[in-house]
């Protein structure tokens, strides 16, 4: 009886083990880029895609509940110790949340994407070559991930959905940080508008407020977001405004062609009063690795300047 007790609960408990999983994933992204010509060529990171190392997990909870976690950790990847001494990368600096889900959606609580950034689209994910990025001042606004959130996202019914994000400030007297999305996809059509208003800079690290030093005031970004698949070619806009600063937006195409994607995108960041434009070209060397070039132009402070760069990310 004893060992049929004792096998019963070995059983038992590789059912409960099956139930949960733990995986480890990244990418490394490096390569070689000339940001103007009066800049040296240099080793740049995470151009294509963010250079990371993510642990995640899930377990099953049973009557269609799921409980996952997920800690990402981004970090510069050319490590170039002949400049100045490296910024010590943090545990979970992209994000790191424990989430509750199943039917009613999903609760998640920690560091998480800030609702604009992540209704936002762009032809190539928002990266290029350093300094002509259509995300400088544009998309992520108030950054891209908001710490101590607390983010509930709807289920998708009839391919619409939304988010209501509320983050401490964790300073008394000062404003808490909150925002919301509302989020359509189905068939080739996809449209976001999506709202996030960031306080208390000294404690977010972004630079929220309009006065500098100042903890009470908070920073409101509206995006309104949009893309089309045709077949042939998928078409991207997004706009941009905010509070205290003037509008922004960026236009972008991609076109598949084989194995890559040549993409193509303009920004019109009126923030900092930079025009900027950028062509590049991706291709699949395998379902795991990806080579890309990449090329720009901009105008800022009177200044035209242009860059390239070419590199290879890997996924693991």
């Not at 010509?37 to 009557?63: F, H, K, W």
């Not at 236009?251 to 009126?270: E, H, I, K, Q, R």
């Not at 900092?272 to 901009?298: C, P």
Request: a positive charge; glycine letters at 12%.
């Amino acid at each position: 009886m004893k060992k049929s007790l004792v096998a019963l609960a070995a059983l038992a408990a590789s059912a409960a083990f099956a139930q949960s999983t733990v995986t480890l994933s990244g990418t490394i992204d490096a390569g070689l880029e000339k940001t103007a010509s009066s800049a040296a060529i240099q080793m740049a990171t995470s151009r294509l895609g963010t250079t990371n190392i993510t642990v995640a997990g899930s377990e099953d909870l049973g009557q269609g509940l799921k409980a996952n976690f997920s800690v990402s950790t981004s970090f510069d990847s050319s490590y170039q110790t002949a400049q100045a001494a490296q910024t010590p990368t943090t545990l979970g600096n992209n994000n790191m949340w424990v989430e509750l889900a199943g039917g009613f959606g999903s609760l998640k609580l920690g560091r998480s994407l800030d609702p604009v950034f992540a209704s936002t689209q762009t032809a190539n994910s928002t990266k290029g070559v350093t300094g002509y990025t259509s995300r400088a001042g544009t998309l992520d606004g108030n950054g891209v991930y908001i710490s101590n959130q607390v983010l509930y996202t709807t289920p998708s019914v009839s391919g619409l959905s939304g988010q209501i994000s509320f983050a401490p400030s964790e300073v008394i007297g000062t404003k808490n940080n909150t925002g919301y999305s509302v989020n359509y996809a189905a068939g080739p059509l996809s449209v976001g508008f999506a709202v996030s208003t960031v306080a208390n800079a000294a404690a977010t690290g972004y630079n929220a407020g309009t006065t500098a030093g100042s903890v009470n005031t908070a920073k409101r970004v509206q995006a309104l977001s949009g893309s089309y698949d045709a077949g042939v070619a998928k078409l991207f806009v997004t706009g941009t405004s905010r509070a205290d600063y003037k509008s922004s937006y960026n236009l972008g195409v991609s076109v598949p062609m084989g194995a890559g994607t040549l993409w193509a995108d303009y920004t019109n960041n009126n923030n900092s009063d930079t025009v900027a434009t950028q062509l590049g070209y991706k291709y699949s060397l395998s379902k795991r690795t990806t080579a890309y070039a990449s090329y720009g132009t901009k105008k800022a402070a009177g200044v035209n300047s242009q860059g390239y760069g070419a590199g290879v990310a890997h996924n693991f």
